[in-house]
């Protein structure tokens, strides 16, 4: 991408302001200036790094409001969530760098043995448009923590925002230490390729396998934290309200576009038709519209080639018989109102690929065995949920995901691993083996 970066209005495809997008060969110089503010950042102690960084979030904090509508206005998400995600990183970043500056001090391990975490240099953070604060900040902290700087490749969806933000944390933070780049695949190849030591990726696994394949000649360091297709289980024994709540308020989050959003469900066919009835009462209540509407559930869809994907998944559900008492392929621009599939079955994209809207598609099972098959049929494992009674933990153990919600979600909360399985992830952040990704580990003997 070369030139201007037009950021659009999700919600009415009016242009909301523009950006230079950075000159793939200037990307090297970046890279050299990140280098060498961590060679000055590397030389204070940990507290006193940490010290610097909560200034950086608190100065962020105070701005928060307008971080937050601007987060609104770009990414179309509703201004409760958008204050949410602002204050998770505002509120949430000087823990982080406490908690990763915690898990990186050395270690006696017998034997005249010390562990170290040394800095490693130079992360590219290349981040998504979903989340464009808390997934950036999800790797910044620690890895500014670790005494490495950052050079952050942020979406084209979401530009402005992301500027904002480290326009503000550069009023605290020594400068070149968190640089911003923008444009979109072709400025995070150029990133990947430069003389970057790690890469800390969330995005989407082909995406995911370009980075891997373009870091291996170097073999830099990698975290990725790629998408999903989780799959909800509902045993017959399970509480039937609490499952059909669960079930449309996690497909619906984010208007689907959540990597931990509940793609495909299956049933216990004994409870199947109340569930079902359930859920179609509930998402039928989900409120559509733009970021400033007041009690807003479903905002837009980032762009008109998400939109057409999600289109294209229900059409393919409607074409290979399945009922759809809700919602549907006709859809208004920009918009996807909330859509209900029955009978998923195999071969349809809803349950094979990651769909990425508001849309909940339930499968009927006779069998655990079978429900337990399909639920692992997918390649990747970010998530996956059970709801049921006693017998929910043993299916539990048996689900292949990173992240497990046995009568609940996924996502330990406070200081939990935030970890992918199978083609979900590879590496981590969150907890202090997470953090611990973001640095040299050295076993110094004496
Ligand atoms: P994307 O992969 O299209 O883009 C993500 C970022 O990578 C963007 O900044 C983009 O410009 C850049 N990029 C794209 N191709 C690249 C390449 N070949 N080399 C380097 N950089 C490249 O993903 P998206 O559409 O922005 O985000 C949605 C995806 O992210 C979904 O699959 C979702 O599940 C996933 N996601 C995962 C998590 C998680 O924690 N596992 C969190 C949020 C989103």
């Known amino acids: 991408?070369?030139?201007?970066?037009?950021?659009?209005?999700?919600?009415?495809?009016?242009?909301?302001?523009?950006?230079?997008?950075?000159?793939?060969?200037?990307?090297?110089?970046?890279?050299?200036?990140?280098?060498?503010?961590?060679?000055e950042w590397r030389g204070l102690e940990a507290a006193e790094r940490v010290a610097v960084m909560q200034k950086a979030y608190e100065r962020a904090g105070t701005r928060k409001n307008e971080l937050a509508v601007l987060l609104s206005r770009e990414m179309g998400k509703d201004i409760r969530r958008s204050t949410g995600e602002v204050n998770w990183v505002t509120r949430g970043g000087p823990r982080m760098a406490q908690s990763a500056a915690e898990a990186l001090r050395p270690r006696d391990i017998g034997h005249g043995a010390r562990l170290e975490y040394h800095p490693l240099g130079v992360v590219a953070v290349i981040s998504p448009w979903n989340y464009p604060l808390a997934m950036a900040n999800n790797f910044i902290a620690p890895s500014l923590a670790a005494g490495n700087s950052v050079v952050l490749k942020s979406s084209e969806e979401t530009p402005l925002v992301a500027g904002e933000f480290v326009e503000i944390m550069n009023e605290v933070l020594p400068p070149g230490l968190l640089q911003v780049i923008h444009g979109d695949a072709e400025q995070g190849r150029a990133l990947v390729e430069s003389d970057v030591n790690m890469i800390a990726f969330t995005g989407s696994r082909e995406a995911g396998r370009d980075i891997m394949a373009r870091a291996a000649p170097c073999l830099k360091r990698l975290v990725m934290e790629l998408g999903g297709n989780d799959p909800m289980i509902v045993m017959g024994d399970a509480d039937?309200?609490?499952?059909?709540?669960?079930?449309?308020?996690?497909?619906?989050?984010?208007?689907?576009?959540?990597?931990?959003?509940?793609?495909?469900?299956?049933?216990?066919?004994?409870?199947?038709?109340?569930?079902?009835?359930?859920?179609?009462?509930?998402a039928a209540g989900f409120r559509v519209g733009p970021?400033?509407?007041?009690?807003?559930?479903?905002?837009?869809?980032?762009?008109?080639?998400?939109?057409?994907?999600?289109?294209?998944?229900?059409?393919?559900?409607?074409?290979?018989?399945?009922?759809?008492?809700?919602?549907?392929?006709?859809?208004?621009?920009?918009?996807?109102?909330?859509?209900?599939?029955?009978?998923?079955?195999?071969?349809?994209?809803?349950?094979?690929?990651?769909?990425?809207?508001?849309?909940?598609?339930?499968?009927?099972y006779s069998d655990i065995r079978e429900a337990i098959e399909r639920a692992n049929s997918s390649t990747y494992g970010l998530g996956a949920v059970v709801f049921g009674g006693p017998e929910?933990?043993?299916?539990?153990?048996?689900?292949?995901?990173?992240?497990?919600?046995?009568?609940?979600?996924?996502?330990g909360g406070g200081d939990a691993p935030w970890v992918g399985a199978k083609q979900s992830g590879f590496g981590f952040h969150g907890s202090p083996e997470g953090n611990r990704q973001f640095a040299q580990l050295r076993v110094v003997s004496r």
């Open 1 to 39: 991408m070369m030139g201007r970066l037009v950021s659009y209005d999700p919600s009415s495809g009016e242009p909301l302001g523009e950006v230079q997008a950075t000159p793939p060969e200037q990307i090297a110089g970046v890279v050299t200036r990140a280098r060498a503010a961590a060679r």
């Open 240 to 282: 039937i309200e609490q499952a059909a709540r669960f079930a449309v308020a996690n497909s619906f989050e984010n208007a689907g576009q959540m990597c931990v959003a509940t793609e495909r469900i299956y049933v216990d066919g004994k409870i199947a038709e109340r569930f079902e009835k359930r859920v179609v009462e509930l």
């Open 291 to 364: 970021w400033d509407m007041p009690d807003v559930d479903i905002g837009p869809i980032i762009n008109a080639a998400q939109h057409g994907k999600i289109v294209e998944h229900i059409r393919d559900a409607e074409a290979k018989g399945a009922g759809v008492p809700l919602g549907g392929s006709r859809q208004p621009e920009r918009y996807i109102h909330p859509t209900v599939i029955l009978g998923m079955t195999p071969d349809m994209l809803v349950e094979r690929e990651e769909t990425f809207g508001p849309v909940v598609a339930i499968s009927r």
């Open 392 to 411: 929910a933990e043993a299916v539990a153990d048996e689900l292949e995901a990173g992240m497990i919600g046995v009568n609940q979600g996924v996502g």
